[in-house]
């Protein structure tokens, strides 16, 4: 009789939930939120035309489902440990989005700038989640 790694539905809800926190720090004054503005050229008239609700929505779901499709991959992968889901994560993120999204950014004439700042969300939420995942394990006894 053995274990089975299986999915710790509650780290892959605490991983959506701190994902949350990832955009709004990124998009802030501190970091890259004015430039972000400069780059995309908007005005405080086109802020005021998003629901953030359903925005804000859209990223809790877009988060869940991006947790557990980790969680997922790391059970089939028998991903055991935070460096083993820090680095299946970046290479999730690198070959099915970064390079992904830079080359539709590119062909939109979109700058590259743009499109890292864009990226570091989604990399630091992928990395928090994997380093989450990958060390708080749940098993079943068979």
Same mark, same amino acid.
């Given at each position: 009789?053995g274990?089975?790694l299986?999915?710790?539905h509650?780290?892959v ?5 701190l994902a949350q926190a ?5 998009y802030?004054e501190?970091f %890259?939120g004015?430039?972000?503005?400069? *780059? ?8 005021s ?7 804000l #929505? *859209? #990223? %809790?779901?877009?988060?869940?489902a991006e ?5 997922? *991959? %790391?059970?089939r ?6 460096v083993e889901?820090l680095?299946?994560?970046?290479l ?19 700058s590259f700038?743009?499109t890292?700042?864009?990226e #570091?969300?989604v990399?630091?939420?992928y990395e928090i ?7 708080w ?6």
């Open positions: 009789m274990t089975t299986r999915i710790n509650v780290a809800w605490v991983a959506a939930l990832v955009a709004p720090l990124i802030s501190v %890259f004015i430039r972000w503005v400069e *780059l995309n050229e908007l005005t405080e008239a086109d802020f035309k998003v629901d953030m609700g359903i925005g #929505s *859209l #990223s %809790f779901i877009s988060s869940l947790a557990y499709m980790l969680a997922w *991959l %790391f059970k992968m028998h991903v055991t440990s935070a889901g680095k299946i994560s970046l999730v993120w690198l070959a099915f989005i970064f390079l992904e999204i830079t080359t539709q950014n590119y062909f939109s004439v979109r700038e743009l890292l700042i864009d #570091s969300v990399l630091v939420k989640a994997g380093i989450l995942l990958g060390s394990k749940k098993y079943s006894e068979q």
